[in-house]
């Protein structure tokens, strides 16, 4: 296995200003594994489905070469489900409702196939059982990548906070920064993350963009695609993240410039998958376009003038 | 007079969470001249003031090659007077106490030796006045740059439509933009706004960047400068602008690449006046700051690795 990808596997019900999309497939691992499907092959989810799991998108997802040995179904629970509502300028939402479901007995072994993974993506995911996944990948993967949010910053900061000191890099919203860091400058929170141990944290700002900061103090920016209209923005921080790990592990190697290449992709992808509903867009992305989007990005960001 | 400048000189009590500054020298053209005074010279005002308004800060400004041949000085009344308080996260703050004083008697008529300026700013005022101030430069200057708010979009659309058609660069927030075009997307606002006449929109966001749009269509996005802490933002979009149009004068044309370089500067101004109280950070900018902070600017921006 090239990339393991551990997360949620969901039915979603989302409304937005453009419309409601009832019970559709989501889910952090969905979105993840399709968009590191475009970079490398195979991937592998650690996940949890339950009876109501349309077995439509288990097939689409191995078509994309995503490997499911480690999803279990859950022979009587339905699956996690989430109900939410975004506010018209898309960037707040309400969580309407949700259903853990399945959602408390997810696995915590994953297969054999899956133990000597190089690459290792870390959804969000309670980080008692984000290190229980960790610790079966042996030798210990090249690149670790991990998620979070603000439930486990505030519920299980001290295993959260352990998980840290194993991951390369963490990517989370700005929120999610200031209060893991305590701070509101974002510089501030970010040698303040870095110094407990990854050496990069990517800060994702949605419609503004995100924030690369090093470890060694370097500081970098990239600006989100530019869209006439967000359709939904659900599954965009995964997509982003997916894309992200996916190019690194197609590289094999993580250096800086590699992320910020990695980092343009997930760019790109994200603005994909926001422009329909659910991970529809992800299912079938036309290579040609993610070339197109990469030269517009570019041209975007390009205002050097030297010298000056 | 290579710019002038039309726009309030005020007297501000600002509160942040850093501090407290009662009665500080404020004002756009304040800060616009200021910052442009950086890149072109001499720079003349267009103004009004009160019996309470410093000498001392005249004196500052003609040491920077700023003209005040325009600026009036009211022999009964006080200056505008503004207070506000920033919130905790430096983006939204509240207006305590407005006193338009002298802002009811601002001079319509510019001085003789302001009339051939080849560059005019009209800061945030009453379009009507905007209006009669850009009619007395004959010929027409090169350049006209223009910024406005929310109380003329609502309260004097039909003026400020008519001047839209006057300016060669609009320079508002993303709020107002959306105010101003009725839309949320920015991508359709900018189309909207740019058919009424300006040939560039830019669109300020604060900490999260500018974005530039082209009547041919095309966006380009600036990050906003790296800072650890915003210590008052008063000043920071007339300072980005003020820079923005010194830079265009000094170098005599308006082309996009002159542009993009000017928003530079203007994003390298506003990061240092924000990082002081008032204007007291642009009395004396180092210039090798200036390219030092160009070249943290560029290569956080840079993250281009081609080919694909």
Redesign the interface.
């Known amino acids: 296995m090239q990339l393991v990808v551990a997360g949620t596997m969901a039915l979603d019900t989302i409304e937005t200003p453009f419309g409601r999309a009832e019970r559709i497939v989501g889910g952090a691992a969905t979105y993840i594994a399709l968009a590191a499907s475009y970079y490398v092959r195979p991937v592998g989810i650690v996940s949890i489905i339950g009876t109501d799991f349309p077995a439509e998108m288990l097939l689409k997802l191995e078509e994309r070469g995503i490997d499911l040995t480690g999803v279990v179904r859950h022979l009587s629970k339905p699956s996690f489900f989430w109900a939410g509502r975004y506010h018209?300028?898309?960037q707040g939402r309400d969580t309407l409702e949700t259903q853990l479901n399945v959602l408390e007995d997810f696995p915590d072994t994953i297969p054999n196939s899956y133990k000597e993974a190089p690459f290792l993506l870390l959804g969000n995911l309670d980080p008692r059982l984000q290190k229980r996944i960790y610790e079966q990948i042996s030798p210990r993967p090249a690149v670790v990548l991990m998620d979070t949010m603000n439930f486990w910053i505030s519920g299980a900061r001290e295993a959260l906070e352990e998980m840290l000191g194993y991951v390369d890099i963490l990517s989370i919203n700005d929120e999610e920064a200031r209060q893991l860091a305590g701070d509101?400058?974002l510089?501030?929170c970010a040698r303040a993350i870095l110094a407990k141990g990854p050496a990069y944290l990517i800060v994702k700002?949605g419609e503004?963009?995100a924030l690369l900061f090093t470890k060694e103090g370097?500081?970098?920016?990239?600006?989100a695609y530019?869209?006439?209209?967000v359709f939904d923005p659900t599954g965009a921080g995964d997509t982003f993240a997916g894309a992200i790990m996916g190019y690194i592990a197609r590289e094999g190697v993580l250096t800086l410039?590699?992320l910020?290449?990695a980092?343009?992709q997930g760019t790109i992808l994200a603005g994909i998958c926001v422009e329909r509903f659910g991970p529809e867009a992800l299912l079938a992305v036309d290579e040609s376009e993610l070339?197109r989007r990469?030269e517009v990005l570019?041209?975007?960001?390009?205002?050097?003038?030297?010298p000056?």
Do not use: C, W
């Not at 370097?218 to 600006?223: I, L, M, S, V």
């Not at 570019?298 to 030297?306: D, N, P």
């Open positions: 018209a300028d898309m509101y400058s510089r501030r700002k503004n963009g370097e500081t970098f920016f990239f600006p530019p869209l006439e209209d410039d590699v910020k290449e980092i343009v070339q990469r570019l041209r975007m960001s390009h205002f050097l003038r030297l000056a």
